[in-house]
């Protein structure tokens, strides 16, 4: 009987040591440790990319090695296609051709045309460097810098201002001036809704 009661006061002992001790270890713990599996989350962890503001910035930079295409294309053919409109209004055939297709050859496109023709380098300079800013800004976009933003409208603007001043209002005229604002202005506002993803500096 004595051996029974002093193995119950040995193991009793052990207990109270073992539960002291097992709270002496979580109060030293922080409370970070004590948080269940899943709760933890890494301080350094990079924002990801949303995915509309990827799709956003792909078609960009699509469209800005296309841009950069048809820019350099227009620089040297434009003398070209001058003198093919011009010869294609002077035929005889002109007179046979679809009302729409004479709309498009009109005395106002052809003045289009000619300015555009003898200004044809700074227009294209001015188109560089907007496809330049468009590019860069899609870059820093897609870092979720928020600069990105403001270069990406400034160069989708700049070559609206740059034929506005250069060619005139009539450069807006007709399907293909509706089709370019409304373009800018579709991307432009796509963006302007992925601006709040935009939190580096």
Do not use: W
């Not at 890494?42 to 799709?55: D, F, V």
């Not at 106002?108 to 023709?117: G, W």
């Amino acid at each position: 009987m004595v051996r029974l009661s002093g193995t119950l006061f040995f193991y009793s002992t052990g207990l109270i040591n073992f539960r002291h001790n097992l709270t002496s270890t979580k109060k030293s713990l922080p409370m970070a440790d004590l948080q269940q599996p899943g709760s933890f989350t890494a301080p350094n962890e990079p924002a990801k990319l949303p995915s509309g503001l990827n799709t956003l910035t792909i078609l960009t930079l699509i469209g800005c090695g296309i841009g950069f295409i048809f820019t350099v294309y227009n620089f040297f053919s434009a003398k070209t296609s001058l003198d093919k409109m011009e010869a294609t209004i002077n035929s005889p055939e002109f007179d046979k051709m679809p009302d729409f297709a004479k709309k498009m050859m009109s005395p106002e496109a052809m003045d289009v045309m000619r300015k555009s023709y003898e200004n044809r380098i700074p227009l294209t300079l001015i188109g560089l460097v907007g496809l330049a800013l468009c590019l860069v800004g899609a870059m820093q976009m897609r870092k979720l810098k928020a600069q990105g933003y403001l270069l990406y409208v400034i160069g989708e603007v700049l070559p609206l201002i740059g034929s506005l001043i250069f060619v005139g209002v009539a450069a807006f005229s007709g399907m293909g001036g509706i089709f370019m604002i409304g373009f800018t202005l579709l991307f432009i506002i796509l963006y302007t809704t992925q601006r709040k993803y935009l939190i580096n500096k």
